[in-house]
């Protein structure tokens, strides 16, 4: 009898070592996730986390974390590079922007309302660093510029903790 008390504690014993291995194998996996996702790890917002991992990964798998739909959206038609995502959106300007970025058609930036957007979106689809310069917003200014340019020089002039993190992400 105390022979069979033995051998169920020792398999209680490795049944919980294996798990307590498994689990941390789990959590650094997750953490090398993160640094190979450079600066997303540091946005605080847990959408625009998300948004920046997904991108980073190209995994469409982070979308899905993402609360707000057209937000969602927006992520899913960027990462599988979809235009039918872009057709869900309900806010014109967001769909717009996003039909004009998947489509490369500069035509779908007129009609996004914010002036600011409207030159992001022309500097982008247009690669063009010139509507950068329209762009009211400092920040987005150096935003614009690091995509455009391809240069994250100006990723470190931006003091938005949050957009800069993913102008580091995204500009490499």
């Known amino acids: 009898m105390k022979l069979d008390k033995v051998n169920v504690s020792m398999n209680y014993y490795k049944s919980f070592h294996f798990l307590l291995i498994s689990t941390i194998l789990v959590i650094l996996s997750i953490d090398l996730n993160a640094q190979s996702s450079g600066k997303c790890g540091y946005i605080r917002d847990s959408d625009l986390k998300n948004m920046c991992l997904a991108q980073a ?9 993402i609360r707000n739909e057209d937000q969602k959206n927006l ?3 960027r990462v599988e590079k979809n235009r039918s995502y872009c057709g869900r959106i309900r806010d014109n300007d967001m769909k717009n922007d996003c039909l004009a970025q ?3 058609s500069s035509s779908k930036c007129g009609y996004i309302s914010d002036s600011d957007e409207e030159n992001m979106c022309l500097a982008q689809v247009k690669q063009s660093s010139s509507y950068c310069g329209r762009i009211r917003n400092e920040d987005q200014k150096n935003f614009c510029r690091a995509r ?5 020089s100006y990723c470190g002039r931006i003091r938005d ?12």
């Open 148 to 152: 455009v340019e391809k240069s994250s």
């Open 102 to 104: 998947l489509g490369q």
């Open 57 to 65: 990964e190209q995994s469409s798998s982070y979308c899905g974390r």
């Open 161 to 172: 903790n949050d957009l800069k993190n993913k102008c580091r992400t995204e500009v490499r």
């Open 75 to 77: 992520c899913r038609a």
